[in-house]
């Protein structure tokens, strides 16, 4: 399937990370998501209902990356994977999280992680 939806550069402040300073103070991070779904219905409707919709993909975003605390970005990702894909019609699903602030000695712009998982929960 090559149609996909994005919704890039969600930004927020959260609490994940191995460090107190990181769960405590926080980060600041960077989520793209990525959902493949057959989108001929809506292409051709120009229809609201036959599609999705980019803000609730970000509420959701924001909703699992402000609510626990994770020391593990790879466990933050897999969670909001099994979110998005329990919400939405998507057969796959890509997350990319960038954490921009990360607690290394040295310049770094981000270290992050990326997964992907399908609706029949192998991973891709």
């Given at each position: 399937?090559?149609?996909?939806?994005?919704?890039?550069?969600?930004?927020?402040?959260?609490?994940?990370?191995?460090?107190?300073?990181?769960?405590?103070?926080?980060?600041?991070?960077?989520?793209?998501?990525t959902?493949e779904?057959?989108?001929?219905?809506?292409?051709?409707?120009?229809?609201?209902?036959?599609?999705?919709?980019?803000?609730?993909?970000?509420?959701?975003?924001?909703?699992v990356?402000?609510g626990?605390?994770?020391?593990l970005?790879?466990?933050?990702?897999?969670?909001?994977?099994?979110?998005?894909?329990?919400?939405?019609?998507?057969?796959?699903?890509?997350?990319?999280?960038?954490?921009?602030?990360?607690?290394?000695?040295?310049?770094?712009?981000?270290?992050?992680?990326?997964?992907?998982?399908?609706?029949?929960?192998?991973?891709?």
């Open positions: 399937m090559g149609d996909q939806i994005f919704v890039e550069g969600i930004k927020f402040h959260g609490f994940h990370g191995l460090t107190k300073l990181e769960r405590q103070v926080g980060v600041r991070l960077s989520v793209d998501v959902l779904l057959d989108l001929e219905t809506s292409g051709r409707s120009d229809r609201m209902a036959d599609t999705l919709d980019y803000g609730a993909v970000h509420k959701t975003v924001i909703e990356g402000r626990r605390s994770y020391k970005l790879e466990t933050f990702v897999r969670t909001l994977l099994d979110e998005l894909l329990a919400r939405f019609e998507a057969e796959r699903v890509t997350v990319r999280v960038r954490k921009e602030t990360p607690v290394l000695d040295g310049i770094v712009d981000a270290v992050g992680v990326q997964m992907t998982r399908t609706r029949a929960g192998r991973a891709s």
